[in-house]
């Protein structure tokens, strides 16, 4: 809020994490947004994810787009987020082909024994060394990335 007092902006972007909208009962995310009010800018907010717009990740972040009054938008509709797509886009689509395996497989513990259809949903196919911890996942390449820690 320091900043915004500081810049004279038309339009103000904030992404952070997708429970950002729901934490605390929604507690913070209305902090904010009336904070940004009392500062003269009209607030629009929405959960994205990443592989609904053609990227090989799936990575919801909560999008706040917050345009000072006065600026001609729609008095309704306001701004217009874009629409997500069908997600289509998969890891294997951005591998180097020639790109030798790091893990041995029988560092991996199976969850599944099933290939993924081509798809942009995390398929979660096992676990390095047997532990179950976020950067010990291993996803399908036919799938969509876990978003990074």
Known sequence: MRVLGEVDAKVIIIECARQFLTMDGGKYPDELIDQM???GYGVQH???NAAGFGVAQSRERSILVCTRV???LDPIVGYLFPE???S???VAD???ADLPATIPEADITPHTTK???RKGQR???GHIDGLNCQGYRVYCPNSAGRASP
């Open 46 to 48: 929405r959960a994205l």
């Open 37 to 39: 009010m009392q500062a």
């Open 70 to 72: 006065g600026l001609d």
């Open 88 to 90: 289509t886009a998969c």
């Open 84 to 86: 997500e797509q069908e």
């Open 94 to 96: 951005i591998m180097d």
């Open 123 to 125: 398929v979660k196919v």
């Open 115 to 117: 290939r993924a259809p």
